[in-house]
Each structure stands twice: as C-alpha cells, then as structure tokens.
C-alpha cells in the first residue's frame, strides 16, 4: 500500500483501510471505461442510472465517517443530530445533484470524501469497532443493531458491490474474467440477495 496512508490504531481497521483504497482503485478503473450513453442507462431493479452509483460512492463517505465516529463515541447518528437520518432521501438527492457532472468532477470530490473517512477510520482502536453499531435503515432494511467491526468487514466491500448493481445494466460486461473474479466475494453475493431477491 501507499506509504501515504496513514497507519491505523487496529490492525483490523487498517485491514479495511487497505481493501476500500484497492477496491476504489479498481472502481474507478471501471467506471472510466464506461461509454457516456453506458453511464446513462438505467439500472433494472433501481431508480438510478449507471452514473448514479459512482455519485452514490462519492457523497456518502462523509456520512459513514460521521456513524464510524458516533459508535465509537457510543452515540448515534440520530442522537447527535437529534432527529433520524434518512438515508434513502439523502442518497437520491445527492445523486441528483450530481447526474450533470463529469466523472472527473465526481472523482475529484469522491478522492477528498474519502481521504477525509480513511483519516477517521484510522483513529478506531480495536475497543471503538468492537462497540455496537445503530443502523438506522433504509428503504429495503430494517433498522437494527450490528458491530461496528462485523459491518465494517462487508461495508469495505462497497464499491465492487454496486458495480454489481451497474452490470445490471451492462450486460456485454458481464462475461469480464476480471470483474468476475473481482465481484466473487460473499458478502457481495449477499447483499445482492437481500438487496434485489428475485
């Protein structure tokens, strides 16, 4: 990895650190290979567009530091801010807001978002992600409770899962050896099954 990464207190947070940076990498690679009219089509199963879910990728970082450190803090989002967090109606607005935007706009604002969620990663010791998490849920989950270093381990797997969601919409993509073997991950399939059941 980088050396310019910064070294995490947990040896299992720096573990996350490390898959999120490599799967950015490869997410980006993808994304950039996309033709404008590929970036455009709309998802089946989903009210975005293609382009939609790097939007996605880039504008909630800053929310997900922001739970990263309430937990460890033994607070909620919802306690901090003292009303619920909508995560639905936060998503489809920023997306919106972003749909007219040039990749190299998205990923301008993206690299920042995520520089600033790795340096907050980087602070959780082993004690903070061992603490129970609040997750408020969302349209397709319920509300519940998890630990923060059990949600932690699939949620670095966020960017190759909705790569999984944009091929819906790429079917000429589907049979790529190397995307295959990129998306072959459990807890891919997973949310993916709970996600979109058939």
């Known amino acids: 990895m980088s050396g310019s990464l910064p070294l995490a207190h947990s040896a299992a947070v720096q573990r996350v650190?490390?898959?999120?940076?490599?799967?950015?990498?490869?997410?980006?690679?993808?994304?950039?290979s996309l033709s404008d009219e590929q970036l455009d089509r709309p998802v089946p199963q989903s009210t975005w567009i293609v382009r939609d879910?790097?939007?996605?990728?880039?504008?909630?970082?800053p929310?997900?530091?922001?739970?990263?450190?309430?937990?460890?803090?033994?607070?909620?989002i919802?306690?901090?801010?003292?009303?619920?967090?909508?995560?639905?109606?936060?998503?489809?607005?920023a997306v919106a807001e972003r749909r007219a935007w040039p990749l190299d706009r998205v990923f301008e604002e993206a690299a920042a978002n995520r520089a600033e969620l790795i340096a907050a990663l980087a602070r959780l010791s082993d004690d903070d992600i061992a603490k129970v998490m609040h997750f408020s849920g969302d349209a397709k989950r319920k509300a519940g409770?998890?630990?923060?270093?059990?949600?932690?381990?699939?949620?670095?797997?966020?960017?190759?899962?909705?790569?999984?969601?944009m091929l819906r919409a790429l079917p000429e993509r589907a049979d790529d050896a190397e995307l295959r073997s990129w998306l072959d991950n459990p807890f891919i399939a997973g949310y993916q099954r709970a996600m979109n059941p058939e």
Not at 63 to 76: D, H
Not at 149 to 164: E, K, M, R, S, T
């Open 17 to 32: 650190i490390e898959a999120i940076v490599e799967n950015r990498r490869r997410f980006e690679a993808f994304c950039r």
């Open 53 to 61: 879910f790097i939007a996605h990728l880039d504008t909630l970082d």
């Open 78 to 93: 919802e306690q901090r801010d003292g009303h619920a967090f909508d995560v639905d109606a936060f998503n489809d607005a």
């Open 145 to 165: 409770q998890i630990p923060l270093n059990l949600f932690l381990a699939g949620w670095a797997q966020h960017d190759p899962i909705h790569v999984a969601d």
């Open 63 to 76: 929310q997900m530091a922001r739970l990263f450190e309430a937990t460890a803090a033994g607070e909620t």
